[in-house]
């Protein structure tokens, strides 16, 4: 190989990935660069692009939902609107999926479908840029009358994430997507600028989504006003409602909280946009608070699926130690929006345990919302279902988040367009780059074909059906001559990993990162060995609500026992587990010895108790992403201890 | 002593109490009958009669909530008018705790404020008896349209509670309160009757208020309209709303129900509403429904403190055994519900297990609820409380239901006037009698003055500091020549106490009740003597919120640590107890054995974890009731095990 050490002639391609920050410790890889082939997750990719965005566009459509531009561009609203507050945002989400899933395979049925609904949603933009189908109109409220609950800003975040992906993915698209984001941006920028309207969106979304538009444009006024939006929050300009300020994170400045707080999906869209806007500006201050937060958060406010939120009343997180696994609100949008927190906090900082989070969040939130078929979804994710939930219809809108089996659409359905996007463009998330190599994140089969700054074009397949095992092959299959990094992050729970290279030795790695630097040669192998074998998690003292039992973990995964695997009649409400047996992989499946104490009589349940032994049997658990699809069914993740 | 075997000449008085059934196995006592002259209740019904009623009567008027009633008589509604859509019925029920307490004292103020409230309401009320404030006039929603939320029908059940008060405590009164309901009431027999609308309420409360209008009138017709309104719910007419219709108890009959469910309020109005009903109809399967649905409800949805309701979300119960401390919702109202139900099951079937758990909700929920002024007041009962909260400001009104501390009024603010009427009430909840004597279900200092169905006149005292010592004594100051019994509950926490007769030998007494049958004489004493050692109390294992923790009770007392008793900085966060050293009473403080954890540092929460062992110290603990009143704590009820 030779080095291409002059310049291209051309603009550099954008990186066609959600996040893509001006400096920080690491490059993100855009689709073209990094591109997942199959295995765990390109089986849902492919569920996704086939059946998901189809479920999703019907429903936009028989919701009314898209409709409401429509109405918007006849000048007949606000008669005929449907929908909530924020359903223009559903659509954008929609719009931001599409514009990944043509970036990963080009489909063109998909592109006609984006110009389609891009020039319905253009049509109701009005002249100075204002694009919102619930107010603004003859018999509706003002433009930016209601903050606190109006979602307009938040749908516009959404819009502008949508209008990056496309830009990202086709530069010179003329669909006109990225020119309405830009009228709708100016228009911000106009009225809520420095010396303009000094408010903030009751819900957090305008200043990742301004910051990321600013990125991609090359626009800098646009990150000036996210920034803006950050430093303006947290100063009680917001209503004090019910739940309080701390709902919208209106109760403390973002550089003086100490953890994530309020509802946990606004918690998570804020903290992305501010690392966006510390990262651009260089505020360490900024940067330094975020880091806490997020520690304080994972340690904290997190569940062992990596969900977040404990509150079902305002969707949000709960005080340090809460976190009840019965009451597990875990919405899935939170867990999508701590993917994005995450992300760009390893992209500023490098550390692993940020991709150790997002690992966790992937294969136990994000893949646990989704039905096998992609045509349904849990909204929240409980850790404990005490009574087996119905079966929802098909055709049905189900007005609850928190059903015990999934539903095909709810009332509020941010989450099923939020797993499409994430899906849609989960291979960005896969590997980074810096000055000397490559850094892969998470393991699923994969080509990464990137150029490092200085010109070098490095290739490396990863091939591996993780985790199904825990072998990872990281095959090269283009190189320039000089030495570069390979560097491998090792899971915090993988303890006993190992690398070997070529045919040489295996060598343990601690936990964190190990890092292979060579002067690689095409047909060069690295191969990764994460011990898989199923282990016991305990939880901190201090988690009052699981004090007494332990959950069970294989690899990234949290399995659970549900009733469906349990003796008849048993039900998981009587579960107790034997610890001092380790859980054993067999037939495919995990098994503990566990006994099921039966139902006992009503009767004061506090005083003299002592619970009758139960007969102990082996029991198989099962993958926690995968539970509550064979029909009504209960199911826990803690087990008590005998 | 001559026993009047005659009937008497003139109508008999009315039982001044709440619920007089006209058939069960006990009668209670009105509030001429049986009468609190001190002690823990005697205290807070002096707070009650002295402050609190004044407070919510400045509150009614300054909330604007009274001023509704004259908006509507002046015809100016719907402008102006305040307050959430069941304002009204706060009115109602200060108008029944005005009414108990007129009762009790004969106050010539209270009665004036009677008069004056009950003419604005009268003058509200429309020609054909149709009374609520945010209905059915031009600019407002039409009448009964909105059944789900409108709280009509609720209202209108306060409001006949409110007049059979009133009818009870003064038959002959003029003031117009009965006028009132009566009227009011008939047109909800013919709106609602047998070929009428179909429907039910969104909040059951018409349902008990209409079965005993029925009962002080005499008006067969108002029960059969409880009746309809009992066998009607469960039937799905109302809208399946974002938490179900269990929120409503539209879900299921009530005959076929198993536990209570869905909000905590209406779930127990609603059942004390159907047992009223089950006693008229000598329905001996809807109160065995009943009967198993307290039973259940009592072993696994009822916190230790006897407070209900699992769920802020939507107020309502969890599901079996789903008792979080932290999240506990235990909402006061639902706690005064729960006594109403639970007597209404006592006066039918006499079991000392109800009287039991009324005890422990009295002690534990009502006497938590209300400062020591009476003028602020928990709305929910957290069993845990991990983050201090700010004090409330006594001007203010509360939009949150779940302050850590007690604020004076609420957006809500249902339960300042509940508890007010509870306690002004309370009297009648202390004893009942049969044709064979009396039963004692409450230990206070009072006088017991009743007359058998065959005229024996009886006069018992009771004296005692009860809780602060164990000892009541029973001092006989009249009773009629024929032996009689006197029972006394035992109870069910009390093994090992014993009753001993005037000078004679104690005898240990099994929990449940003891009767002592005699031809008593004026001067004869029963003294029953209760062990009041604090105690360990073990949750079921079945509770997993609090597994592998311990609760310390003393007789019918839930004990807490407070963080103002702990050592400068320690936090209830941190403390494990030492169970197997029993808690000692000293210097009037009930003392553990405890330690307190530091602070961990934040990291992955799960996995391997040692908890570091906490050096042990004694650490006095506080009554439940009394917490929250020595400024911003954090506080705990289930203390973890060493």
New interface residues.
Partial sequence: MTLTTSAPATTPAPVAAPAVPSRGRLRPLGLGEARIIGGFWGERQRVNAANTLAHIRGRLESEGWLGNFDLAAAGTLPDGRRGREFADSEVYKYLEALSWEIGRSGSAALEEDLRAVTARIAAAQEPDGYLNTRFGRPGQEPRWSDLEWGHELYCLGHLFQAAVARVRTHPEATDGLVDVARRAADLVCTVFGADGNQGVCGHPEIEVGLAELGRALGEQRYLTQAQLFVDRRGRATLA?????RVYFQDDVPVRDAEALRGHAVRANYLAAGAVDVAVENDDDALLDALREQW??T???R?Y?TGGQG????DEAF?????L????AYSETCAGIGSIMFSWRMLLAEGDA?YA?LIERTLFNVVATSPSADGRAFFYANTL?Q??PGLPADPEGTS???SSSLRAPWF?VSCCPPNVARTLASLDAYVATRDTDGVQVHQFAPAEIRTTLDDGRRIAVDIETDYPSSGTVRFVVRESADDPWTLTLRVP??AAGATVRIGDGPSEESQPGAVSVRRAFAAGDVVELTLPLAPRF?????????????V?VERGPEVLAVESVDLPAEGDV??V?IDARTAPVERDGRVWVRAGV?PE??????????R?EPAAMVEVPLVAYHDWANRGPSTMRV?L?TA
Same sequence: chains 1, 2.
């Fill in positions: 004090d409602i019910e739940w309080g520690a304080r994972r340690g904290r997190t062992i404990s509150h079902h009343q709960g005080d340090d130690w809460e009840p696994p019965d009451r345990g150790d404990h005490r009574v007005p609850r988040a009332d915090a729970w998690s305990h939880p901190a003292a201090e988690i009052d609500a699981v004090r007494g039992t959950a409400a009587g107790v104490r006992p009589t009503p009767r004061w349940p506090y005083g003299e108790h619970s803690w008590p």
